[in-house]
């Protein structure tokens, strides 16, 4: 089915945190840290979303960086995630999208104004209808509430809707709570076989343009 409406996962789906390696180098850190740092915020979010809670990305990401690199440290590195650059399929993919007719808009655990900035850089943030942040619904993804809260904001029905992802967390919880989704395999690794499979895998948002167009 062609859905009417696209949510857009940012961190590491649009945004591309390979470039945090190099943060955490050019700070005096290791920059394998990079990866356990991101992987720690993640995993506090969820335990906060498994107990139906919730709390800001920026707060998360702020004392694991701490944690990890230094207090000192913190800040930049900080600055240096803000001022991520997207995909480059991201900058090509998005206008295909608009043309196609669907709609598209963003669904972040990180606040929404990071995605507004993100865009913004790429210059595609027109071609996005709304960017929305798990903040407003009290609880990250992937709990059920987030996703639902986000298409009622948007105002169609779950069914209408896909989940779009490179984190087979994140399709898996969209498709627990009711929307189709599609898997962004950057990497070529294969899709967790316990988890609920993507409704649609592609390895692009040009190939996702083109499918639906």
């Known amino acids: 089915m062609r859905p009417r409406l696209l949510l857009l996962d940012v961190n590491e789906t649009l945004s591309d945190t390979a470039a ?13 840290l990079a990866g356990t740092w991101f992987a720690s915020v993640l995993r506090d979010g969820f335990a906060l979303a498994a107990a139906g809670a919730g709390a800001p990305f920026v707060d998360l990401a702020r004392h694991h960086l701490g944690r990890l690199a230094g207090p000192e440290r913190a ?13 480059p399929d991201v900058r090509t993919g998005l206008p295909r999208l608009a043309e196609a007719g669907v709609r598209v808009a963003t669904l972040s655990n990180g606040s929404a104004s990071v995605a ?14 709304a960017c929305l942040s798990v903040e407003d619904a009290g609880v990250w993804k992937p709990h059920p509430r987030s996703y639902r809260w986000a298409v009622e ?6 069914a209408e809707a896909a989940l779009v992802a490179v984190h087979p967390w994140d ?9 189709g989704s599609v898997w962004v395999d950057r990497t070529g690794e294969p899709y967790p076989p316990y988890l609920r499979a993507p409704g649609r895998t592609v390895t692009s948002f040009d190939e996702l343009a083109e499918a639906l167009g």
Do not use: I, K, N, Y
Not at 171 to 179: E, F, W
């Open 20 to 32: 945090m390696a190099g943060a955490f180098a050019r700070a005096g850190a290791a920059p394998e």
């Open 75 to 87: 800040e930049q590195l900080l600055e240096a995630f803000l001022a991520l650059d997207v995909h």
């Open 116 to 129: 507004e900035d993100l865009l913004e850089r790429a210059g595609v943030r027109e071609h996005v209808e």
């Open 153 to 158: 904001r948007l105002g169609v029905d779950a």
């Open 171 to 179: 399709t898996d919880g969209a498709a627990r709570a009711g929307l």
